[in-house]
Nanobody, 126 residues
Framework: VQLMESGGGSVQTGGSLRLSCAAS????????MGWFRQAPGKEREGVAA???????SYRSSVEGRFTISQDNNNNMLYLEMIDLKPEDTAMYYC?????????????????????WGQGTQVTVSS
């Protein structure tokens, strides 16, 4: 499984960013995709997750501000982020869970995916 993120950057509070992820090498049709983030000195936390039927799940702190979507034809995953806050500052990772055994909400809350990319930095200044 290969995942390549892009689209991170630095914005001011209230700004917007769109993250993209190109996925390849996923061997099964049964999988979830999502995003998790990790800030320096903090634990990984889930951000959003999506299943093959486009059902989505978000951690509560980003609900209404972030939107996860996918383009199955082109093996792309996206995260649209608006109204960004300084507490959103972190490295963001695109991730995949093959043959998931947990509910979608588990992955959006805890980010417990098995595969992830190199990450893209998002910095929000006040």
């Amino acid at each position: 499984v290969q995942l390549m993120e892009s689209g991170g950057g630095s914005v001011q509070t209230g700004g917007s960013l769109r993250l993209s992820c190109a996925a390849s090498g996923i061997p099964y049709s049964d999988y979830f995709m999502g995003w998790f983030r990790q800030a320096p000195g903090k634990e990984r936390e889930g951000v959003a997750a999506i299943n093959r039927d486009d059902t989505t799940s978000y951690r509560s702190s980003v609900e209404g501000r972030f939107t996860i979507s996918q383009d199955n034809n082109n093996n792309m995953l996206y995260l649209e982020m608006i109204d960004l806050k300084p507490e959103d500052t972190a490295m963001y990772y695109c991730a995949v869970q093959l043959r998931p055994r947990q509910e979608l909400s588990y992955y959006s809350e805890y980010g417990g995916f098995s595969y992830w990319g190199q990450g893209t930095q998002v910095t929000v200044s006040s």
